[in-house]
């Protein structure tokens, strides 16, 4: 059964592979290159064909705008099954940006730093990484001092998201009330990802102009930070964004002291990151909750729900012991009942959970693969093999979706199917 599902998933992103040298997530609702789905595919490109890992992080890293940004979404491709498109983000407006490469005016949680990482140990040529690292790992450098440098706005550490959709998890409900907040136009658009996926499973028409409002307040700014940060309805600093900041500056140390020479660079990640593991222990942790949660800079609060993203700080190495213990024991009491696969991306004992919805409470397996490494690394062996377990038992049995039902009694994979990160994080977790 192991060789076949990682045959079976080869197969997905060999398919999903484009002449232009990325991979889609999937057919039709997913035509261009995400950010951090790439990063999550190089990793098992890495296990089967090393050059298209290679082009998959060289062509992304090739849209970085000349401010270190790197968008979401790179358009290099036509396609008409997506909205919106480069034509509504209108990257251009950035005095900044990519002048070869259409993209997004917003970002994802910045992986590539530990997926270069990632890629080095999974390599059999280790020279030959090392050398094609030392190509890339500046512009990676140069994403680390944009988010300094232009996202975080008190200078302690935190750097926020100003769209849903920065933080990878895009309909959670811990963004519920914000959108109580604000009072958008009723945008006229048409839809494209409901004619690939059953629209119970995707976030509200009137979601959509949350979405989109908050677009054109950062384009009528041609999408500069500080008006962003001044006037954008949602501004947060996300749990699951910064861990994975952390997590790369270490990664970028790391790389960096072996390719040698470059103590400057080095020295700042350090501070950078004595500083970001401090503030995120300080304002994002909630004792009441036992686990990490958003802040709302808007509203000057945190945002008191559990999720996924609580959980990812166990990757980045960011809790203590004592808190290790406390979010562990937490996901299992909320989220770990015999009756569930873990991790739901959304607590299981709230309203708001939708087991069928997107990111209201579905298993995603990037979430799963990180807080089984981040599980293991702070002992907890058995949960992190139940993770494990339940990631490969899901796709054995519905295939490789972009999510999964969290209710052992109603087997469902839902979204894009032969979803690529599905695919690429299923073949490192059987290779383990």
Not at 39 to 67: C, D, H, R, V
Not at 164 to 190: A, K, L, R
Request: hydrophobic residues 35%; glycine residues 6%.
């Amino acid at each position: 059964m192991k060789e076949k599902l990682i045959k079976q998933a080869v197969q997905v992103l060999s398919n999903n592979f484009q002449k232009e040298g990325f991979t889609i997530p999937c057919k039709g609702l997913y035509p261009f290159q995400w950010k951090w789905d790439s990063g999550f595919i190089a990793i098992g490109l890495s296990y089967f064909n090393i050059s298209n890992a290679k082009k998959e992080i060289e062509t992304l890293l090739n849209a970085q705008w000349e401010n270190g940004f790197i968008p979401h979404i790179v358009f290099h491709n036509e396609s008409d099954t997506y909205f919106p498109g480069p034509d509504f983000h209108q990257s251009n407006l950035h005095f900044l940006s990519s002048k070869e490469y259409k993209s997004t005016g917003m970002t994802q949680p910045p992986v590539t730093g530990f997926v270069l990482q990632e890629m080095l140990r999974i390599a059999s040529d280790k020279e030959g990484m090392l050398q094609f690292i030392e190509t890339q790992i500046d512009k990676v450098y140069r994403n680390h001092q944009y988010f300094y440098k232009n996202r975080d706005i008190y200078n302690e550490g935190l750097v926020y998201i100003y769209h849903n959709w920065e933080s990878g998890t895009d309909n959670s409900p811990i963004w519920d009330d914000i959108w109580e907040t604000m009072n958008p136009p009723e945008y006229d658009f048409e839809r494209r990802d409901t004619t690939h996926v059953d629209a119970s499973q995707r976030p509200s028409k009137r979601e959509y102009d949350y979405y989109l409002h908050i677009i054109e307040i950062a384009k009528e700014h041609n999408y500069d930070d500080t008006k962003i940060a001044e006037l954008s309805p949602f501004l947060v600093q996300d749990p699951l964004f910064n861990a994975m900041l952390i997590k790369s500056n270490s990664a970028l140390i790391g790389l960096y002291t072996k390719l040698g020479e470059n103590e400057e660079k080095i020295s700042q990640l350090k501070k950078w990151q004595e500083k970001s593991i401090k503030a995120f222990n300080e304002k994002l942790y909630n004792e009441n909750l036992g686990a990490y949660v958003h802040y709302d800079l808007r509203n000057g609060k945190q945002i008191e729900f559990v999720s996924s993203s609580s959980f990812s700080p166990l990757f980045s190495g960011i809790p203590d012991e004592k808190k290790a213990k406390e979010i562990v024991n937490t996901m299992l009491t909320k989220f770990g009942g015999e009756d569930k696969y873990l991790c739901a991306s959304f607590d299981p004992t709230s309203s708001r959970f939708n087991p069928k919805k997107y990111w209201r409470g579905p298993v995603w397996i990037n979430l799963n693969w990180m807080l089984y490494y981040g599980l293991k690394d702070y002992g907890f062996i058995d949960v992190a093999q139940r993770v494990k377990e339940d990631s490969i038992e899901l796709i054995k049995n519905d295939g490789f979706y972009e999510y999964f039902d969290s209710r052992k009694s109603n087997n469902g994979g839902y979204g894009g199917s032969d979803f690529s990160w599905s695919a690429a994080l299923i073949i490192d977790l059987l290779h383990i």
